[in-house]
């Protein structure tokens, strides 16, 4: 079956930097739109980032351009997430999530919604 395990969460000081990790199995990695999604308490789930697998395009939400990179190792069949600068503001639950595509690109892919597959979410919380 699928599964998405993420790592690499914690508690860091504004201005530090995490590196959250997802490892995806049971399903054609490579064809596939994958994205960081985090939700705080009280808000809605939003995406700050994702990578379409196979052509490694990237996308990011403005409030973390810049700031945060999306990567992959695909002969390990994982997703990365670096966050630098990091600000109070970006402490939530981040989730990995994938979606199967064989089209080129994830623009159609922007809400949790238009996601399959999730991991069970890494906490990050930063203090200022």
């Known amino acids: 079956q699928v599964q998405l395990v993420e790592s690499g969460g914690g508690s860091v000081q504004a201005g530090g930097s995490l590196r959250l990790s997802c490892a995806a199995s049971g399903y054609t990695y490579g064809q596939s739109c994958m994205g960081w999604f985090r939700q705080a308490p009280g808000k809605e789930r939003e995406v700050v980032a994702r990578?379409?697998?196979?052509?490694?395009?990237?996308y990011y939400d403005d409030s973390v351009k810049g700031r945060f990179t999306i990567s992959q190792d695909k002969g390990k069949n994982t997703l990365y997430l670096q966050m630098n600068s990091l600000k109070p503001e970006d402490t939530a639950m981040y989730y990995c999530?994938?979606?199967?595509?064989?089209?080129?690109?994830?623009?159609?892919?922007?809400?949790?919604?238009?996601?399959?597959?999730w991991g069970q979410g890494t906490q990050v919380t930063v203090s200022s």
């Open positions: 990578i379409h697998t196979g052509t490694s395009t990237t």
């Open positions: 999530a994938a979606v199967v595509t064989y089209g080129p690109t994830c623009h159609m892919f922007t809400a949790s919604t238009d996601f399959r597959y």
